[in-house]
């Protein structure tokens, strides 16, 4: 609710205090908290914090690769997120590498190439030859 309000601060303290719980009572490996995880790292990029973004969907992502699968939708969601805050923080070679993994699990991106150009963090690779290249095939 507070992320939908735009309350992204209060929101990022929610998701902190809930995955506390959450690692204590089911696990850090549980589906849930891996959701969670997942949406503080969401909120993490609202807010403009690239790098903390950037950590927790690497961390989640090798987490839900393992616990619900490499091809799982919440996974390859993930792995779309970690390219775009890679991307954010201008490293080209992961952000390319982290969507090249989606792509071949699967992830299916609304509006294909043109989406993925228009993305406001994946459009700075767009004339790239290797980014070019990758979604060609969408």
Partial sequence: LYEEQGRLDEAEKRYEEALVS???????????????????????????????????????????????????????????????????????????DALQEAIEGGFEFEGGPDGLRADPYLGVLSGDPEFEALIAGL
């Fill in 22 to 96: 959450m690692r204590t009572n089911i696990g850090a490996e549980h589906p849930l908290t891996l959701e969670f995880e997942f949406a503080l790292g969401r909120v993490s990029m609202k807010q403009g914090e690239f790098g903390k973004a950037e950590s927790v969907f690497s961390v989640v992502s090798e987490k839900q690769s393992t616990v619900l699968g490499p091809g799982d939708e919440l996974t390859l969601s993930t792995l779309y997120e970690l390219a775009r805050a890679r991307a954010a923080l201008g490293d080209r070679v992961a952000a390319i």
